[in-house]
């Protein structure tokens, strides 16, 4: 359930505006790319839902970016959805 609802939130946003750049170890999550990354995955995930205009979402995106090189070794990735 949680899945479905977290899709519908995903199907919703309108905006392709990333805060994260594209060399980044971050993966952004869009409608063509959430099932095969998130649902059908059996690998342990953190999704942030961040708002690029958001404050503190800015700030704590040079961490984020830290923990997902980090996290690339242990082979456990972080993606991002734009809210």
């Not at 899945?3 to 594209?22: E, F, K, M, N, Q």
């Not at 869009?30 to 942030?48: A, G, L, Q």
């Not at 404050?55 to 980090?70: I, N, P, R």
Request: negative net charge; hydrophobic residues 45%.
């Amino acid at each position: 359930m949680i899945h479905l609802i977290t899709l519908g939130l995903l199907l919703t946003v309108a905006s392709v505006h990333c805060l994260y750049p594209s060399y980044s170890d971050v993966i952004k999550l869009t409608t063509s790319n959430f099932d095969d990354k998130v649902i059908k995955s059996d690998e342990v995930w953190i999704v942030e839902y961040y708002a690029p205009w958001c404050g503190h979402c800015q700030s704590f995106k040079d961490e984020y970016m830290k923990l997902a090189t980090a996290l690339k070794v242990c082979r456990n990735p972080l993606f991002v959805i734009i809210c």
